[in-house]
């Protein structure tokens, strides 16, 4: 007979979920996937949807935090045709980092925000820590979680300046995410006195 598999925890060879389960029972520490050692995301992207900002701004933010944003290194690890070089400073895209906290116009527009800015803690050449700078670390503690608008502006203003060549100036992009968060404010308030 040629060798074929076959489930060796029951007598006929067949798998079936009773004997799946069985199995767990009986072997618990069977199989078990390997334990990661090292830092993860898993709290960040939960904290994405906790940010008091438009539902569509808590996506943004969970799709930066996974590295699912499509900047041009991501798209070339994908096999995409185009270079790799950013468009709004010349220098190599080499990750989502780059755009939204390294290159000259994302600092500046950090630099001009209230969110106080340090190189030794914040932006820093991690996306991780500055995510973790933004959710939890800025003090005094901002209710308004204005971040979230001026990281989503800052990649407005660099698919415009992709797709359409237009360079936003990085005090016009402070001034659009300060406007749009305190008219999503102001329209929660008043959505709120309505429900009463």
């Given at each position: 007979?040629?060798?074929?598999?076959?489930?060796?925890?029951?007598n006929?060879?067949?798998?079936?979920?009773?004997?799946?389960?069985q199995?767990?029972?009986?072997?618990p520490?069977r199989e078990?996937?390997?334990?990661?050692f090292?830092?993860?995301?898993?709290?960040?992207?939960?904290?994405?949807?906790?940010?008091r900002?438009?539902?569509?701004?808590?996506?943004?933010?969970?799709?930066l935090?996974?590295?699912?944003?499509?900047?041009k290194k991501?798209?070339?690890?994908?096999?995409?045709?185009?270079?790799?070089?950013?468009?709004?400073?010349g220098a190599?895209?080499?990750?989502?980092?780059?755009?939204f906290?390294?290159?000259?116009?994302a600092?500046?527009t950090?630099?001009?925000?209230?969110?106080?800015t340090?190189?030794n803690?914040?932006?820093t050449s991690?996306?991780?820590?500055?995510?973790d700078?933004l959710?939890?670390?800025?003090?005094?503690?901002?209710?308004d979680?204005?971040?979230?608008?001026?990281l989503?502006?800052i990649w407005?203003?660099?698919?415009n300046?992709?797709?359409?060549?237009?360079?936003?100036?990085?005090l016009?992009?402070l001034k659009l995410?300060d406007?749009e968060?305190?008219?999503?404010?102001e329209?929660?308030?008043?959505t709120?006195?309505?429900?009463?």
């Open positions: 007979m040629a060798d074929k598999d076959g489930w060796h925890f029951k006929n060879g067949k798998y079936t979920v009773k004997s799946g389960y199995v767990e029972r009986i072997y520490d078990k996937p390997p334990v990661v090292g830092p993860t995301v898993d709290i960040l992207k939960a904290h994405c949807w906790k940010i900002c438009p539902p569509k701004i808590k996506h943004f933010l969970w799709q935090v996974t590295w699912c944003i499509a900047v991501n798209l070339h690890k994908r096999e995409i045709p185009g270079d790799i070089v950013c468009a709004r400073c190599e895209e080499k990750s989502i980092n780059h755009v906290f390294e290159c000259p116009p600092l500046q950090w630099a001009l925000s209230k969110i106080p340090n190189p803690m914040f932006p991690s996306l991780f820590v500055n995510m700078h959710f939890w670390r800025v003090l005094p503690q901002m209710e979680h204005q971040f979230a608008w001026i989503w502006y407005k203003g660099r698919n300046n992709v797709f359409s060549n237009m360079d936003v100036d990085s016009d992009t995410a406007t968060s305190k008219l999503w404010a329209s929660q308030i008043l709120d006195e309505k429900r009463v």
